[in-house]
């Protein structure tokens, strides 16, 4: 006849073996916390790039229905005028 012992034995190697998965192994506490960190960092990226394309897409749709955008980038960024106009600029 077995001794209660070993019965004892065995149920504490099997529960140490269930708590170094749960603590240590694949699928353990710390990696769901990091991957839950990481979810949430790529959710609020995601959130940024998707109000960047909104703006863009303005943008874009600004762009193509009518020319005073396109005129007022020209003069901005390229320093244009149009023909007739005299440019002053101010030294500061």
Do not use: C
Not at 53 to 58: D, G, T
């Amino acid at each position: 006849m077995r001794s209660p012992y070993w019965l004892f034995v065995v149920l504490i190697l099997l529960l140490a073996g269930l708590q170094y998965r749960l603590w240590v192994g694949d699928g353990s506490l710390a990696q769901v916390t990091e991957l839950n960190r990481q979810i949430s960092d790529q959710k609020g990226e995601n959130e940024r790039l998707l109000e960047r394309n909104r703006v863009l897409e303005a943008e874009v749709m600004e762009l193509k229905k009518g020319t005073e955008t396109v005129e007022e980038r020209a003069r901005h960024e390229l320093g244009m005028v149009k023909d007739g106009e005299t440019l002053y600029q101010l030294a500061q």
